[in-house]
């Protein structure tokens, strides 16, 4: 089975402008999470998805910062405008309930954002 | 949230050589996974141990619920088992899925 799917892998950009990631979870899983990793905060959640409804967004740095899940397949993470404090590794990850593993979670391979 | 604290934050290893990495956690657990952070970056599932022992070849990890810790142990270390270990829970009051993380051990493994 194919696993949790991040796009871009790299991104370069500059102060100001617009960077959407995009997320294909794995199929069947119900639960979305978008994490953020730097050197200085570790990994941090920002935002999950149940059944594709956004459940706790309070991670979520700021204003500038969105996600959306459309449907079961497909998130994306937006930031509009970027700074450099964006600057770091956001990772996608997946996860569904069942009884004897709830929570069990699968990381994309992230998309690593630079903000000059 | 519940507080995840890891020991040792790094740690140097000959090939060969045995380790523990342990994760303290500051309330009960419904949800404990261990990842490894490889040196490429990507966060790879090594055990789900909300309680009880687990082996997977030269790896097992051990969780102590009651105690609110878990270990993980690295058998006959290779170079291929460096990078970032984290230790990662989910309190029972939160919703199941959401994990709280460790700031992770490095380990580093020598030929």
């Known amino acids: 089975d194919a696993g949790v799917i991040q796009s871009p892998r790299h991104e370069v950009t500059e102060m100001g402008q617009e960077v959407t990631l995009r997320c294909k979870p794995i199929?069947?899983?119900?639960?979305l999470f978008w994490y953020r990793q730097t050197m200085m905060r570790g990994l941090e959640l920002l935002i999950y998805?149940?059944?594709?409804?956004?459940?706790?967004d309070s991670g979520m740095p700021e204003d500038r910062f969105s996600a959306k899940m459309p449907n079961a397949s497909f998130s994306t993470l937006k930031i509009q405008p970027s700074e450099p404090r964006d600057s770091a590794v956001y990772f996608c990850a997946s996860s569904f309930l069942r009884r004897s593993r709830a929570g069990e979670l699968f990381f994309g391979e992230g998309s690593r954002l630079t903000v000059l | 949230g519940i507080q995840v604290e890891q020991s040792p934050p790094d740690l140097i290893l000959q090939e060969g050589a045995n380790s523990t990495l342990r994760c303290n956690f500051s309330?009960?657990?419904?949800?404990l996974q261990w990842f490894h952070q490889n040196p490429w970056g990507q966060l790879i599932n090594l055990f789900y141990?909300?309680?009880g022992t687990k082996q997977n070849g030269r790896l097992s990890a051990t969780t102590v619920a009651t105690e609110r810790y878990s270990l993980l142990y690295i058998s006959s270390s290779q170079t291929t088992d460096s990078g970032v270990y984290f230790c990662?829970?989910?309190?029972?009051?939160?919703?199941?899925?959401?994990?709280?993380f460790g700031r992770g051990t490095q380990l580093t493994v020598w030929p």
């Open positions: 199929s069947g899983h119900d639960y």
């Open positions: 141990i909300p309680s």
């Open positions: 998805f149940n059944n594709n409804v956004p459940i706790d």
């Open positions: 990662a829970v989910s309190d029972r009051g939160s919703t199941l899925g959401r994990l709280y």
């Open positions: 309330d009960s657990v419904n949800n």
